[in-house]
Nanobody, 124 residues
């Protein structure tokens, strides 16, 4: 029912910034949690950030805390990931996902809906 579409990924130099967007075609409910995951070359998919839709409470994985910021715009039915001070290790396909769980969950399997992903490549 819910469809998610990411955009904004591109080639960027180390230290640069990017803003990823995810637009939902279905309804995002106030009880939902929207998250960003990423999967780098040869790595497993990992949690990056999440936001509670109702209050905007956020969670981040340690490696991006202080550099990335997740936000949402209910009017646009969208979630964003502002990425600053990008590092080579941030290179990955970034996915937007939606969880119907009552509690924050860092596991990919806890998220029922996924976008197709957008490639972020950090390289000099």
């Amino acid at each position: 029912q819910v469809q998610l579409a990411e955009s904004g990924g591109e080639l960027v130099q180390p230290g640069g910034s990017l803003r990823l967007s995810c637009v939902a075609s279905g309804t995002i409910y106030s009880s939902d949690i929207m998250g960003w995951f990423r999967q780098g070359p040869g790595k497993e998919r990992e949690f990056v950030a999440a936001i509670n839709w109702r209050l905007g409470k956020t969670w981040y994985t340690d490696s991006v805390k202080g550099r990335f910021r997740i936000s949402r715009d209910a009017a646009e039915n969208a979630v964003y990931l502002q990425m600053n001070n990008l590092e080579l290790e941030d290179t990955a396909v970034y996915y937007c996902a939606l969880s119907k769980s009552v509690y924050i969950d860092y596991r990919p399997e806890a998220y029922a809906f996924w976008g197709q992903g957008t490639q972020v490549t950090v390289s000099s």
